[in-house]
């Protein structure tokens, strides 16, 4: 493939050189103008062929007045499989309407997401749809004040209106401790993400409603918050499970921190005293080989590609929409309790 001679990608000009055309006629072929003779635009179209070139689509969008076709999603975490499902459930709406979406991991760093959605907002992308870090979200409040379309998956808005989808996490929460008690337990701990996440404050809150339902004060010494990875949840659980009266179960408020729960009770198993019952876990989030675990396990479940589809859905619909803005929207997901290794 051959270079412009300036390096880099080809240009238009260089198509037209190569063609023996100007860059005005080069430009008309490009775009299909029906007037331009045949021969000229064979000319043109085998110079393009043999450059390599590829005309910036963003660019001549944006000078026809139309959008980039870009969509950014911003997320917290791709290690995360929910990301990966709430992914696949944006672009498959998106997709029907001729957009792209462009993935941006900010590694639950809110300066990284300050960042990611400063740049997005300068490559003029037609709407955002995040998953903020924490609760200061005044750099996706000014998006929308640029005009951008925000959506939000899973977290509400702080301090400025914009569509939200989210889970029930509370009534999910509340549902799996419920479970846990109504088999006897009465010492349950908890383990959760960053207290600055919505969803871990209300799974929290949902967990500590269903304790005080049952008559009892959640007890500050079995609630570990703050582990985002499966490593630091063993490490958090380990912990628990090695105080003088232990918790006989443990409810997480992610799959990260309910995968990291089970390596320590398995680790556990080799410990503990004979004919002592081994340790119930629950936790939010369904994932695949839950049902491989050989434990008993009960899960929070929710359809992640909802999610990411009713947040397509709602950022298509205020790109198609003309006139005054309509009042933010609200979708909740629903979940159910799934049972694992009876």
Same mark, same amino acid.
């Given at each position: 493939m051959e270079?412009?001679r300036?390096?880099?990608?080809? %240009?238009?000009?260089?198509?037209?050189?190569?063609?023996g055309v100007?860059a005005?006629t080069a430009?008309?072929?490009?775009?299909?103008?029906?007037?331009?003779?045949?021969?000229t635009?064979?000319?043109?179209?085998?110079a393009?062929a043999?450059?390599?070139?590829?005309?910036n689509e963003?660019?001549?969008?944006? =000078?026809?007045?139309?959008?980039?076709?870009?969509v950014g999603?911003?997320?917290?975490n791709?290690?995360?499989p &929910?990301?990966s =499902?709430?992914a696949l459930?944006v672009?498959?709406?998106l997709?029907?309407?001729?957009?792209?979406?462009?993935?941006? @991991? %900010?590694?639950?760093?809110?300066? $990284?997401?300050?960042?990611l959605?400063?740049d997005?907002?300068?490559r003029?992308?037609?709407?955002?749809?995040?998953?903020?870090?924490?609760a200061?979200?005044?750099?996706?409040a000014? /998006?929308?004040?640029?005009?951008?379309?925000?959506?939000? $998956?899973?977290? *509400?808005?702080? +301090? &400025?209106?914009?569509?939200?989808v989210?889970?029930d996490?509370? +009534?999910?929460a509340?549902?799996?401790?419920?479970?846990?008690?109504?088999?006897?337990?009465?010492r349950?701990?908890?383990?959760?993400?960053p *207290? $600055?996440?919505?969803t871990? %404050?209300? =799974?929290l809150?949902?967990?500590?409603? /269903?304790?005080?339902? $049952?008559?009892?004060?959640?007890?500050?010494r079995l609630i570990r918050?703050?582990?985002? #990875?499966p490593?630091?949840?063993?490490?958090?659980?380990?912990?628990?499970?090695?105080?003088?009266?232990?918790?006989?179960?443990?409810f997480?408020?992610? @799959?990260? @921190?309910?995968?990291?729960?089970?390596r320590?009770?398995?680790?556990?198993?080799?410990r503990?005293?004979?004919?002592?019952?081994?340790?119930?876990?629950a +936790?939010?989030?369904?994932?695949?080989?839950?049902?491989?675990?050989?434990? *008993?396990?009960?899960?929070? /479940?929710?359809?992640?590609?909802?999610?990411g =589809?009713?947040?397509?859905r709602?950022?298509?619909?205020?790109?198609?929409?003309g006139?005054?803005?309509a *009042?933010?929207?609200?979708?909740?997901?629903?979940?159910?309790?799934? #049972?694992?290794g009876?």
């Amino acid at each position: 493939m051959e270079q412009s001679r300036r390096g880099g990608q080809p %240009t238009l000009r260089d198509v037209a050189e190569r063609a023996g055309v100007s860059a005005m006629t080069a430009s008309r072929v490009l775009r299909d103008d029906p007037q331009v003779l045949p021969a000229t635009r064979e000319r043109v179209r085998a110079a393009a062929a043999a450059l390599g070139y590829r005309p910036n689509e963003v660019a001549r969008s944006l =000078r026809l007045g139309r959008g980039t076709g870009l969509v950014g999603l911003v997320v917290t975490n791709l290690a995360n499989p &929910f990301y990966s =499902r709430l992914a696949l459930g944006v672009d498959s709406v998106l997709v029907q309407g001729g957009l792209k979406t462009v993935i941006g @991991n %900010t590694g639950q760093d809110p300066h $990284a997401e300050r960042e990611l959605v400063a740049d997005l907002v300068a490559r003029r992308v037609d709407g955002i749809i995040a998953v903020p870090a924490g609760a200061d979200q005044r750099h996706l409040a000014a /998006a929308v004040a640029e005009g951008v379309p925000v959506v939000l $998956a899973s977290r *509400p808005p702080e +301090g &400025f209106a914009a569509d939200c989808v989210l889970v029930d996490d509370f +009534g999910g929460a509340h549902a799996a401790t419920a479970r846990l008690l109504d088999r006897g337990h009465r010492r349950i701990g908890f383990l959760g993400s960053p *207290p $600055a996440v919505h969803t871990g %404050t209300e =799974r929290l809150r949902g967990y500590a409603a /269903a304790l005080a339902d $049952a008559g009892l004060s959640a007890d500050a010494r079995l609630i570990r918050q703050g582990q985002t #990875e499966p490593h630091e949840a063993t490490r958090a659980a380990t912990e628990l499970l090695a105080l003088p009266e232990p918790p006989t179960a443990l409810f997480c408020s992610n @799959n990260r @921190n309910t995968i990291g729960a089970f390596r320590a009770i398995r680790a556990h198993r080799a410990r503990r005293a004979a004919g002592e019952a081994e340790v119930a876990l629950a +936790g939010f989030d369904d994932f695949e080989l839950a049902d491989a675990l050989g434990l *008993p396990l009960t899960l929070v /479940a929710y359809d992640s590609d909802e999610l990411g =589809r009713a947040a397509g859905r709602l950022l298509a619909s205020r790109l198609r929409t003309g006139g005054p803005p309509a *009042p933010p929207r609200e979708i909740v997901v629903p979940t159910s309790l799934v #049972e694992y290794g009876g």
